[in-house]
């Protein structure tokens, strides 16, 4: 169990699956730069978290913003939404006190773009669903992501090997954050994407100009 004092953002395990090294940039050294994908992303979210909307969508009741925590994963945030199913089963369902009946949680993380590899927005949504377990005491099986490029949701099953890669990343994520060393840069595909490129410079196989060590130098003598 982890003390409320070394809890971490739950949103930085994208960061962290995605990239160690980005993660530690954003969330030790309080480095941030905007792109068109992030500002893109705050757009959509904008319209998303809105934690006094409840919105009723058939027999479901959809809720804003909540907030999550799980001292044995020691993270905690706020989700985009959770959906609330209704079902007659007592077992593995909650009260609410808005709501009268029983109710399945149903966590759904809003994302632009299209679905991503290595299961980066799969493990952010876990996350949030092993948040709610620990909050509830029931389990929460499954959850959905939704991206506004393709205007469809995409349904995700927790499974046992998912919760192992959360797990391990939020491990991992507190083991870099006591260590106070950020990883070291490694050029990959997915750099060019990444909003703080010009902040980390990985070097890239064939990227080996002087002018290239000039503004690596120059930012190690300004930091």
């Known amino acids: 169990m982890y003390s409320e004092d070394d ?9 962290f699956r995605f990239c160690p090294r980005q993660w530690a940039l954003i969330h030790m050294e309080q480095q941030w730069e ?15 978290d809105d934690p006094f909307y409840r919105q009723k969508c058939k027999e479901n009741i959809c809720l804003r913003s909540v907030n ?6 020691g993270l905690y945030g706020v989700t985009d939404v959770v959906e609330l199913h209704p079902t007659l089963e007592e077992n593995n369902s909650i009260l609410h006190p808005g709501y009268p009946g029983r109710w399945i949680l149903y966590p759904i993380e809003y994302k632009h773009g299209r ?7 799969e493990v952010q949504l876990a996350a949030q669903a092993m948040c709610l377990e620990e909050i509830y005491g029931v389990p929460v099986m ?5 991206y506004e490029q393709t205007k469809r949701r ?8 998912l919760r192992d890669i959360v797990q391990d990343c939020a491990l991992q994520m507190h083991n870099t954050y006591l260590s106070a060393r950020i ?5 990959q595909q997915f750099c060019d994407k ?9 070097l890239k196989p064939k990227d080996m100009s002087a002018s290239y060590y000039l503004k690596k130098s120059l930012y190690e003598e300004a930091t």
């Not at 905007?34 to 998303?48: C, F, Q, S, Y």
């Open 7 to 15: 809890m971490l953002m739950l949103s930085g395990i994208q960061h």
């Open 34 to 48: 905007e792109n068109r994908l992030t500002t893109e992303g705050n757009i959509l979210h904008k319209h998303v």
């Open 68 to 73: 999550v925590a799980s001292r044995k994963l």
């Open 115 to 121: 679905p991503k590899k290595n299961q980066i927005d």
């Open 142 to 146: 499954k959850g959905a992501l939704y």
């Open 154 to 161: 995409v349904e995700v099953c927790f499974t046992e090997q």
């Open 183 to 187: 990883p070291q840069a490694s050029y």
């Open 194 to 202: 990444c909003s703080l490129i010009n902040i980390c410079m990985p």
